[in-house]
Structure formats: C-alpha cells, structure tokens
C-alpha cells in the first residue's frame, strides 16, 4: 500500500511538472516572440523603389526569424540541463539493467527443454505474439505518423550520426554486432552487442546445470538491483520532465500539445486493434468464447488500468482464468512467465515509442533498419517490460543505437503513466488469451 501511495505521488509530481513547464514555457515563448523582434516601419517607408522595399522587408522577416529562433533555442538551453542530468541517469542505467535481465530471461528459456511441449508451445505462441505487437506498432506509427506534428529541433551530432548509419556496410554491421569487448560495448551502451553476449551467456549458463545456478542467482540479485537503482531514477522524472517540457514549449510554443493528441489517440486506437482484433482472432482461430473471457477477467483488467500495473492484477488474473475452467497447471505455468515474456501492450509500444520520437526530430528510419529494430526488441523485450517503467530504459537503449536524439524520451514521460494505463489493461487481456490457447493445444475444455 506504502509503495502504491508513493508511486502514485511520483506520477502527480510529473503531471504537475508537467504543467508548471507548460506555462513557463508558453509565458517565455510569449515574451521573446512579443518584445524582442520587430523592425521598424519607418525606416522601411523611406524605401521609395518597391523593388528594393520588398527585397529589404524579405530581408529584414528572415533575419528576425533566424535570430528569433537563435534566442528561443538559446534560453530553452537553460532549462533542458535540468533533463540532460535525468537522461545521463538513464543512460547509466541501460547496460547492467539489459545485460542482468536477458541473461535470466535466456536461462529461463534454456529450461525449457525440461517442461516438454507445454514450454514449447508457450514458447512459440509468445514469439509469434510479440512479433504482431512489435510489427502492429511499426504500421500504425508509420501509417499515421503522430510524431511529425511535434517538429522539433534535431541536434548536430545526431543528424551526423543519423548519416553514417545509413551507409553501414555488412562488415562493418559485423564488428559492431559481435563484441570484442563486452565491458566496452557496455561502456559504450551498445545494446546488441550485449545482447549477443548475453544469449551466448544465458545459453552455456543454462547448459551447465547445477553449476550455473549460483551465476543465475547473482545475476538475478543484479537485476533486482538495477531495478532498485531505476526506481531511484526515476524520482529525478518530475525535474526532467519539467525542464523538457519548458524547453520544447519555449521553442515550439503550444503546438507540441498537438504531437501529445496525435500520440494518445494512435496508441490507444492501436492497443484497441490489437485486442478486439488480433486476440479475438485468435480466440476464433482456437475456438476461444473471447467475450467471455473478457466478462471473467474484467476485474483484472480494470486493476491494471487503475493502477497502471499489469503485475499488480496478477493474483486476480490467476484466481479468475482458473475460475473460467483453465487447469491451474496451465494457469501457474504459463502467466508467470507471461509476465516476462508475453506483455503485448508494452511490446507494441517500444517500436510504436521509438518511431514516434525518431519523427518528432524529422529523422527517417529505414525500413531495413525498423524491422532490424522489431528483430532486436523481440530479444530485448523479454523479460523487461513487466518492470514498471523498464520499457522507457529498453527505449533509451533502441534510441541510442540508432542515432536518435534521448531527449524524446522525456517527452514520451509527460503522458506515460496515461500510455501505460492502456498498456498494462492490453497485458492482462493478452496473457489471459495465451493462457486459454495453451490449454486448448492441450486439449482442455472450458
């Protein structure tokens, strides 16, 4: 209960921070765009060639613009040190924190050998169901584009990098994938080198047996850790979020809540796809009464949308999927493990996030390099995103790799706990389908 107050007393900071840079924001906007810049009609009258008066007042208009959006940038400078300091946070984070929980997750998988075809088709189902996730976020984000109406301002660095990323020849892609370092590829944040490291190391971990029990252990009490060091973090999100946000607003002025409406309305527009019909399609598919699991699991689902916790409707979902008639040995082997590798909301939304901000910068991704993003975070999403908030450091990490600009994420943390409201409802919905389309392929009825 203790935990539930102050996590809901963090998410009232970020919104009031929230606001107070809205205002700031708009009020220093205001005052530089009112005061600061004007040219004087007088001068220009004394102009007597037309010719020459137009080519002056063309002259003088972008001379202002120009200087205009110098000052603007300039003075939102002070305000966004307040998010660089958060985002340096962040970033400090992603490396253990990846390397921790995909070393246990790859191990946990590698046990899979021991649990026979219950594993197996559990395991395929979550595979098949994270791969239309993170590719249902990749159309609706490039279909309707709700980054584009934020147009902000694209860092030097990153657009440089943005180029070279482009060229990328398949040897170069090789030396960057395989590491010759890991401790300089996590010195660096370089998210797939670790993560081939850590499927090699998860696998032999996994392999040894006994022996690798106490390297499963350690790495487990790392992860709990980082997750700790995240919580502590993320304490810092209300002055982040407010030097964000008045640094946007200075420079955009109260366009950039149109970016925030195009963003809601596409994410949840997608999240409804996908449950009424992806999972009903399923259902059909396997026979599954999908409208009344929905009425047995409506409880849950109003759990995790309340609380926006998919994890803390847990206990609920088990006692009302097994009240629907799915054996509890289906129910306690494959929702657990839902919760690590099955969260469908969450998937969809880091393609969905990490495209959003790529075109709030104007920054094109390929679409050779988005379905080598949609491959890496089917590796990388396991086992993170049902930590509360480990999507936005599995975010960082996606930004990073690919020469997007961090400071986006700031903007996602203005209006992620409304995101993840529907994200951890569409969480509970999914881990209750896969629940009930393993039973089936073991011949349950319900």
């Known amino acids: 209960m203790k935990n539930y107050f102050l996590k809901n007393k963090l998410i009232g900071l970020i919104l009031i921070a929230m606001i107070i840079g809205l205002i700031l924001g ?10 600061k810049f004007h040219y004087s009609s007088q001068k220009l009258d004394a102009i007597s060639n037309p010719l020459i008066k137009q ?40 490396a253990p924190l990846v390397l921790a929980v995909l070393v246990i997750g790859v191990a946990k998988v590698g046990d899979f050998s021991s649990v026979g075809r219950i594993g197996l088709k559990t395991l395929v189902y979550f595979t098949s ?3 239309i996730a993170l590719a249902l976020g990749l159309v609706i984000v490039n279909v309707f ?43 660096s944040n370089d998210i ?3 993560v081939v490291f850590a499927l090699f190391f998860g696998v032999a971990t996994a392999a040894v047996g006994e022996a690798g029990k106490p390297i499963i252990r350690a790495f487990e009490s790392l992860s709990h850790v980082m997750f700790k060091v995240t919580n502590y973090v993320m304490n810092f999100a209300p002055i982040g979020v407010f030097g964000a946000i008045t640094a946007v607003v200075i420079q955009q002025g109260l366009d950039v809540l149109g970016g925030y409406r195009n963003l809601i309305l596409c994410f949840f527009g997608g999240l409804i796809f996908f449950v009424f019909v992806v999972l009903f399609g399923i259902c059909l598919v396997f026979k599954i009464n999908f409208i009344r699991l929905l009425r047995d699991i409506k ?19 088990i006692e009302a999927l097994e009240k ?3 054996s509890n040995r289906i129910v306690s082997f494959v929702l657990p493990l839902g919760y690590s590798f099955n969260l469908d909301g969450s998937i969809m939304y880091m393609t969905f996030a990490t495209l959003f901000i790529a075109q709030s910068y104007g920054i094109d991704i390929s679409m050779a390099d988005q379905i080598k993003m949609m491959l890496i975070l089917l590796i990388t999403s396991k086992g993170m995103a049902g930590v509360p908030r480990a999507s936005l450091v599995v975010i960082a990490g996606m930004l990073t790799m690919f020469k997007i600009p961090v400071e986006g994420l700031l903007l996602l943390l203005a209006v992620d706990q409304f995101l993840d409201m529907g994200r951890s409802a569409t969480n509970v919905i ?11 392929l073991e011949g349950e009825k319900f």
Do not use: C, W
């Open 145 to 187: 584009e709700p980054g584009k109406a934020l147009h902000l301002d694209q860092p030097d660095a990153v657009i440089d990098a943005g180029i070279k990323t482009s060229n990328q020849t398949s040897k170069n892609f090789i030396d960057h994938v395989i590491p010759e370092s890991i401790i300089r590829s996590m010195a």
């Open 192 to 194: 797939l080198p670790i």
């Open 129 to 131: 169901a994270t791969l």
């Open 55 to 94: 080519a002056v007042v063309k002259a003088v208009k972008k001379y202002e613009e120009t200087t205009l959006r110098e000052t603007k940038k300039s003075v939102a400078s002070n305000f966004s040190i307040l998010s660089d300091i958060f985002l340096h946070l962040i970033k400090m984070i992603i």
């Open 26 to 35: 708009y009020a220093v906007n205001r005052n530089i765009t009112t005061t």
């Open 299 to 317: 409880e849950p689902i109003l759990l995790a949308f309340s609380t926006a916790s998919s994890e803390s409707a847990m206990p609920k979902t």
């Open 430 to 440: 999914g881990n209750a389908v896969a629940s009930a389309v393993v039973a089936k």
């Open 324 to 326: 629907h008639g799915i």
